[in-house]
C-alpha cells in the first residue's frame, strides 16, 4: 500500500481502499485482518487515538480491504498523527503494510 491518506478532515466520515500485494501478486485478503490505527506517537498503546478494522469480506478475494470512518472517529483533535496498517494472515504471519503521518484539519465550515 502507497500512501493512502494525507489529511483528515476532523468529524467528517472518511472511506477509503487499500490494495494488498504481496510479491507482486494480489493475494486473497477475504479470511484475514486488515487494521488502521491511529496514534499521537507510534510507542503510544494500541489502540492509540482509534484502530479500526477493515471490510475485507466485500472485495478481499481481489485484496481490497475497505476502511469507514465515522463523524465520531475522526472527531479529534487537530494535529499531525502517525498511522500504520497492519495485515494478519490466517496463517498468523503479520505484515506491515504502510506507516505514515496523516494531519487532522479544522474544517473549513467550524471556522
Do not use: C
Amino acid at each position: 500500500m502507497a500512501d493512502i491518506l494525507k489529511n483528515i478532515y476532523r468529524g467528517t466520515t472518511v472511506n477509503f481502499r487499500g490494495s494488498v500485494t504481496d510479491d507482486g501478486s494480489i493475494p486473497d485478503i477475504s479470511g484475514d485482518i486488515v487494521t488502521f490505527t491511529m496514534k499521537i506517537n507510534k510507542s503510544d498503546a494500541d489502540p492509540g487515538v482509534f484502530q479500526k478494522v477493515a471490510d475485507v469480506a466485500t472485495e478481499g478475494a481481489s485484496g481490497t480491504a475497505i476502511f469507514e470512518f465515522t463523524n465520531a472517529e475522526t472527531d479529534i483533535a487537530e494535529r499531525a498523527y502517525v498511522a500504520g496498517i497492519k495485515w494478519e494472515l490466517v496463517t498468523g504471519e503479520e505484515h506491515i503494510l504502510l506507516t505514515q503521518s496523516i494531519i487532522v484539519l479544522e474544517r473549513v465550515s467550524d471556522v
